[in-house]
């Protein structure tokens, strides 16, 4: 049995205030299908309870009235602190502009929570990077690319941070983000869905990972890779019967929260919660200046 995660136990989310389909930037939002807004907010009012009856910390930032995705709190921004308490926060550059005004009102909240906040990219210029593209796993940040996050911004995440980045290339365009299509259980064990991604991708997910949970194309779009794990607490919104076959004998207990409304939008529980205590040097190694593996 692998080491449970280090990080994970404190989490940052903003409250479903405005939350809507207002464009379709992804394969699931559809401007014919709204999600239903007090169903969608029970449904993260449960979320939150949940986290919290695990003793999860939760921080709350409320929702910018013209930032309909906001509530996928996870691409605002990839957070970490160092082993001597240093924050630093690595906010998003957005593929698509219609979210890049996030992180004016993230930005600052980061800044009360310790973190000084970094660009990678303004204004369509320089590198793209969403931060729900990027996980702490074995000896470095896995960071998935094509769709959203590209070459540039990769790389700029491990300069950034000063850590070890190994990037895959996603290509299925339903698991546009790495959270849809791989999660980290364990110090040893994660779910992964090899059609996400390229042959050489797949190949090194499969090869960094000892224990791997596989996960079919189908499996992986039921969102149940989009999940967060506390300890040996698995929250899920959703789980196939292998998967939980799978989970239970690894000594896994799941937790499913219905999402559906949220799905909407084209994000479940990780989309929704960012981790902010992710510590360089504890859970990812402090390498000055990064250092970039790409799989080819």
Known sequence: MGETLRWGHRYALVRPDHFRVAYEINPYMHLADQPDPARARDQWDRLVSTLRGLDVEVAVLGQRCDAPDMVYAMNLGFAATTTTGEGRVVMSHMRHPERRMEHASAAPWFADLGFEPVYVGRDGVGAHLEAG???C?????????GPRTDELGVKALGYELGTRVRGVRIVHPAMYHLDLAFCPLDSTRAMVCPAAFDPAGARALLDLVPDPLVLSEAEA?????????????VVMPACPPTVRAQLADWGFEVVVVEMGELHKGGGSIRCLTNPLDVVIGRDVPSLPGGD???AR
């Open 133 to 135: 593209d990027a996980f």
């Open 137 to 145: 796993f074995s000896d470095a940040l896995v960071v998935g690319f």
């Open 221 to 233: 779009l039921t969102m149940c890779a989009n999940s967060v794990v506390v300890g040996r607490t």
């Open 292 to 294: 970039v593996l790409i």
